[in-house]
Every structure is written in structure tokens, then in C-alpha cells.
């Protein structure tokens, strides 16, 4: 279903083009576009940090796929969240596993890769994992948004993914954390606990620690070595 060499050329304007145009548009414009273009061959990517994309995907078509990298690294409270989503949404989720499992990736890297090389883990753990799905689907959407980091600043609605040669779809891109705050809040939607308990922004529990008060929401990913596991990196 990826989308072939030859047809790369078309849909990467049709990105641009669709960008460009939908660019002011609100999420659920943005989502619908995906929906009535791609059908079943998008998906969207889960961090269940929190359920603000998932309820506004899952309204726009029911039983949306919804991709979660099960690293083998996450908080409790994270899988629970998957769990209680799962349940929620009208959806069809997908957990993901790595090719290894923690015990054979020590084996063979031997243990604690993600303090020693934390790109080599989750090139392991999540790049590799998301780029064998999406070989799945032609589009892709995410909730990144553009004030997290210097490197989402660009993020267009609707973009081209020259690393997969597919459409990435960043709805909430231009959302601020006041409107995500005020959508949660008026839409009840799912939150991770962890969310309320000093970490606004979630990975895996050896690379994710507590933000402090008034920080930088990424600040508490991979002890301010990176702050961006390469998934959303060109």
C-alpha cells in the first residue's frame, strides 16, 4: 500500500498543494481531508501522552488506525492510558513491537543502550518500528505542534515525508497549548496521569524525567542531550 517510486512525484505536490491551501484551516477541516483522500490508507501516530488526536480523528472517521510504538520502556501509567483509549475511542489500535525484545537488545548491545547511545535505542526501538508500519499506509498524521521545538517550527499542516515518500499531516501544528488545554479540557478527553504529575511531555521511563515548573515542556526527555527521538527528524 506505501506509495510507489513512480507515483511519488504527484502525491509530494499534492502535499505541497494541499498545505498550502488548508494552511488556517482547523484540525477536524485538516482531518477530513485526510479522510476523504486517503480512506483506510492513513493512520495516525500515538504517543498516548493524551488523547486530543485520536478524539478528533476517530470523530472524522470511526475506526481510524492508530499506531503505538510499544518500546518495552513505558511508563505504567502510559500502557494504562492505551488501555482506557483503546477502550474509549472507536478506533483500531496497533501496539508495535521492536524486532527485539529489552532482554535481546541487551544481549546483543548489551544493557542500558538508551544512557550510553540514546539515537542507536530509538532508532531501534521507534524509528525502525513506525518506518516498518507506515510501509503500510500513504499518509501519516501526528500531533506535533509547532512551539514544542525549534525543529517543529516549520511543520506544515500537510507535508511531504521525504524520509518515508509519503504525506505527513501535522493538524495540530499551528495550535497553541492554551487551545490544547481548552479542547481537553471542553471534550473531556483521555490524559495521560503523568501529564498532571510534572511530565507534559512522555517517552520511555529511563529517558524521561520531570519538568520543572514553568521549564521547557521536552526539557525532561534524554536528560537534555536531544529532544527528538528521530521520528519527526528529515
Given at each position: 500500500?506505501?506509495?510507489?517510486?513512480?507515483?511519488?512525484?504527484?502525491?509530494?505536490?499534492?502535499?505541497?498543494?494541499a498545505g498550502?491551501?488548508?494552511e488556517?484551516?482547523?484540525?477536524?477541516?485538516?482531518?477530513?481531508?485526510?479522510a476523504?483522500t486517503?480512506?483506510?490508507r492513513?493512520?495516525?501516530?500515538?504517543s498516548?501522552?493524551?488523547?486530543?488526536?485520536?478524539?478528533?480523528a476517530?470523530?472524522?472517521?470511526?475506526?481510524?488506525h492508530?499506531?503505538f510504538?510499544?518500546?518495552?520502556?513505558?511508563?505504567?501509567?502510559?500502557?494504562?492510558?492505551?488501555?482506557?483509549?483503546?477502550?474509549?475511542?472507536?478506533?483500531?489500535?496497533?501496539s508495535?513491537?521492536?524486532?527485539?525484545?529489552?532482554?535481546?537488545?541487551?544481549?546483543?548491545?548489551?544493557?542500558r543502550?538508551?544512557?550510553?547511545?540514546?539515537d542507536?535505542?530509538c532508532?531501534?526501538?521507534?524509528?525502525e518500528?513506525?518506518?516498518?508500519?507506515?510501509?503500510?499506509?500513504?499518509?501519516?498524521?501526528?500531533?506535533?505542534?509547532?512551539?514544542?521545538?525549534?525543529?517543529?517550527?516549520?511543520?506544515?499542516?500537510?507535508?511531504w515525508?521525504?524520509?518515508?515518500?509519503m504525506?505527513?499531516?501535522?493538524?495540530?501544528?499551528?495550535?497553541?497549548?492554551?487551545q490544547?488545554?481548552?479542547?481537553?479540557?471542553?471534550?473531556?478527553v483521555?490524559?495521560?496521569?503523568?501529564?498532571?504529575d510534572?511530565?507534559?511531555?512522555?517517552?520511555?521511563?529511563?529517558?524521561?524525567?520531570?519538568?520543572?515548573?514553568?521549564?521547557?515542556?521536552?526539557?525532561?526527555?534524554?536528560?537534555?542531550?536531544?529532544?527528538?527521538?528521530?521520528?519527526?527528524?528529515?
Amino acid at each position: 500500500m506505501a506509495i510507489p517510486p513512480h507515483e511519488a512525484a504527484r502525491f509530494e505536490a499534492l502535499a505541497l498543494q494541499a498545505g498550502e491551501r488548508l494552511e488556517g484551516e482547523s484540525p477536524k477541516v485538516i482531518l477530513s481531508w485526510v479522510a476523504d483522500t486517503f480512506g483506510d490508507r492513513w493512520c495516525v501516530a500515538a504517543s498516548m501522552a493524551d488523547a486530543l488526536l485520536i478524539d478528533m480523528a476517530s470523530a472524522v472517521m470511526p475506526g481510524v488506525h492508530v499506531v503505538f510504538l510499544d518500546t518495552g520502556y513505558h511508563f505504567a501509567e502510559t500502557l494504562a492510558t492505551r488501555d482506557r483509549i483503546a477502550q474509549r475511542y472507536p478506533i483500531t489500535l496497533h501496539s508495535i513491537e521492536p524486532r527485539q525484545t529489552v532482554a535481546q537488545q541487551d544481549a546483543t548491545f548489551g544493557p542500558r543502550l538508551h544512557d550510553r547511545d540514546p539515537d542507536a535505542c530509538c532508532s531501534l526501538r521507534k524509528v525502525e518500528p513506525l518506518r516498518r508500519t507506515l510501509d503500510g499506509y500513504e499518509a501519516w498524521a501526528s500531533g506535533i505542534r509547532r512551539e514544542e521545538t525549534a525543529s517543529r517550527r516549520l511543520a506544515g499542516v500537510i507535508e511531504w515525508d521525504r524520509k518515508r515518500s509519503m504525506v505527513k499531516v501535522n493538524p495540530l501544528a499551528a495550535w497553541t497549548q492554551e487551545q490544547v488545554d481548552e479542547y481537553t479540557m471542553a471534550n473531556d478527553v483521555e490524559v495521560n496521569p503523568l501529564v498532571y504529575d510534572g511530565f507534559p511531555s512522555i517517552g520511555c521511563a529511563p529517558c524521561t524525567r520531570r519538568v520543572v515548573e514553568g521549564g521547557d515542556a521536552r526539557s525532561g526527555r534524554w536528560t537534555g542531550t536531544k529532544n527528538e527521538c528521530g521520528i519527526h527528524l528529515d
